[in-house]
C-alpha cells in the first residue's frame, strides 16, 4: 500500500512541475537552409539549397522551402503560398512553393 502511495505522489508532483522556459532548440538537420524566414523575417519557415536530399526537387519556378512539422500554422501556410510538400526529414516538410514566375 505504501509503494502505491508514494507513486502516486510522484505522479502528482511531475504533473505540477511547470515546462522548461528559454529559446526552443531546433532539430538537428543536414537540410541546407539559409536565410531569417521565408515571406518575413523571423518566421519560421525557410528557404533551402542545394543538396544531395533537396537537389532532385529544386525548380527554378519554385522556392524550396522547409517548415517545423509541429508549426502552428502550417495548413495556412500551404494555403496561402499554394506550397506542395515534397518530402519530410528531421522533423521538417519540405515545400515546392511556386514563384509565379
Do not use: K, W
Not at 2 to 14: C, D, M, V
Not at 37 to 50: I, S
Not at 65 to 78: A, H, I, S, T, Y
Request: net charge negative; glycine share 10%.
Amino acid at each position: 500500500m505504501r509503494l502505491i502511495l508514494l507513486s502516486g505522489i510522484a505522479a502528482l508532483t511531475a504533473a505540477c512541475t511547470p515546462p522548461p522556459t528559454g529559446p526552443v532548440t531546433p532539430p538537428a538537420t543536414t537540410l541546407p537552409f539559409f536565410g531569417d524566414g521565408y515571406r518575413a523575417e523571423g518566421d519560421q519557415c525557410r528557404r533551402l539549397g542545394e543538396s544531395p536530399e533537396t537537389a532532385n526537387f529544386l525548380d527554378h519556378t519554385a522556392d524550396l522551402v522547409g517548415c517545423p512539422e509541429d508549426m502552428e500554422n502550417l495548413g495556412v501556410f500551404v494555403t496561402d503560398t499554394g506550397a506542395n510538400e515534397v518530402f519530410r526529414q528531421d522533423g521538417y516538410v519540405v515545400y515546392s512553393v511556386p514563384t509565379g514566375i
